[in-house]
């Protein structure tokens, strides 16, 4: 959502975001801090997570109770009301939701408003909800649902487990009074994304966070310190992190063991993410609470990508050029991860299709924002599957 937003404003656009993930106020951007009415997900245990997500049936209930929860907190904001109610018609052009993956309840937003409603996607598929927001219904036999562990389904018993998922967990959940958007901006590139029928107001823009490459940071001691780890590798290096989701350290003692030592077998050098101190680290072996993920991919040195396959950091690697391992947790990581197979031969090819494109992605967010608010909502883009009844 940041870099949506971004993009808005770095083209003129006054933008102001409730936000838990702070990103600083600047020119024609005001912010309002609700981080301390959520937790923050991040540093999370394997173990736990592992549990939640145990098979592409379960997490629903847990993901549900969430984005309820969620909603319920934003419902009670007294700044959210007040713009809803006072100054949402008369101060504002669009309104822009990142309304979660599972419950919609967020949708209210913007009922009672003739603005032009717009959602953001993080992941590249929304299963469970997109039937009745964005009026799109998948083939199961060509589409894998978002929680599934194939990109895609290429058995019949895997078509009929697809089926069941969509028939079993497509629900409307809570949402009473569902107000549909005019624009979806998803997370997805056909790099990373098997091909699939979409509605003609989704607007694709995978790679949108990612920034201008860099060199690593050399202003600073930890900055130099990786920089010559990089560069004084013979063998090159090799990234593993998973990210600020989960902490490596809660990797269960006999798995964080054979991976010591694996990796103290190697002739590569490895950068891991880790929290805290490592006993026994292998002498091969870098690591740190923190990592210039991006800029560090962006160096010729790196050869492997030891990742958890979330979509932003195979983002990352395919724009670098550099092939990934994946070390799948939960999620939609499998599908992910899946849907590079054929490109893990040769990541060059992969990074060159990825870059060509005939707009950036943050160009397509200004042109089909302004589009829809010159167009008074765009009606046209939505599918008419939308206009149908229950019957």
Not at 54 to 77: A, D, E
Request: hydrophobic residues 40%; positive net charge; contains cysteine.
């Amino acid at each position: 959502m940041n870099a949506v937003l971004r993009a808005l404003t770095d083209n003129g656009h006054n933008v102001t975001a409730f936000t838990p993930f702070l990103d600083g106020n600047r020119q024609n951007y005001t912010e309002i801090d609700i981080s301390s009415m959520f937790e923050m997900r991040i540093g999370m245990d394997v173990a736990k997570k592992r549990q939640q997500f145990n098979s592409q049936f379960t997490p629903t209930s847990y993901m549900m109770k969430l984005g309820r929860q969620n909603c319920k907190i934003l419902n009670k904001n007294d700044q959210l009301n007040n713009i809803l109610a006072n100054k949402l018609q008369t101060d504002f052009d669009a309104i822009i939701i990142e309304p979660g993956i599972i419950s919609r309840c967020l949708s209210y937003i913007g009922t009672n408003s003739t603005l032009p409603v717009i959602h953001t996607s993080p992941i590249p598929i929304n299963t469970y909800t997109e039937r009745i927001t964005y009026g799109d219904v998948h083939n199961p036999a060509t589409v894998s649902t978002m929680l599934f562990q194939f990109a895609v389904p290429k058995t019949t018993v895997i078509r009929f487990q697809e089926f069941l998922l969509q028939v079993i967990e497509s629900k409307p959940y809570d949402l009473n009074i569902i107000n549909p958007p005019l624009l979806v901006f998803i997370n997805t590139h056909f790099i990373s994304d098997k091909p699939r029928p979409t509605p003609s107001n989704f607007v694709h823009v995978g790679e949108i966070h990612l920034k201008p490459s860099k060199k690593i940071p050399q202003n600073s001691t930890t900055g130099m310190d990786i920089l010559n780890f990089i560069e004084h590798s013979p063998h090159g290096v090799i990234l593993f992190t998973f990210g600020s989701t989960i902490a490596v350290n809660s990797l269960p003692r006999n798995i964080l063991s054979a991976f010591k030592e694996a990796i103290a077998e190697l002739p590569q050098k490895v950068l891991l993410k880790y929290e805290g101190e490592m006993e026994d680290k292998p002498k091969n072996v870098m690591t740190r609470k923190w990592l210039p993920q991006r800029d560090i991919l962006l160096h010729k040195n790196v050869k492997l990508f030891v990742s958890h396959g979330g979509i932003s950091g195979l983002y990352e690697a395919v724009d670098a050029g550099v092939p990934v391992l994946g070390f799948l947790l939960f999620g939609d990581q499998h599908r992910n991860i899946d849907n590079l197979v054929e490109y893990t031969r040769n990541a060059k090819v992969a990074s060159e299709i990825f870059k060509d494109r005939p707009m950036s992605p943050e160009k397509s967010i200004v042109y089909w924002t302004e589009y829809v608010i010159r167009h008074k909502g765009a009606e046209h883009l939505k599918s008419q599957a939308l206009n149908l009844t229950w019957y």
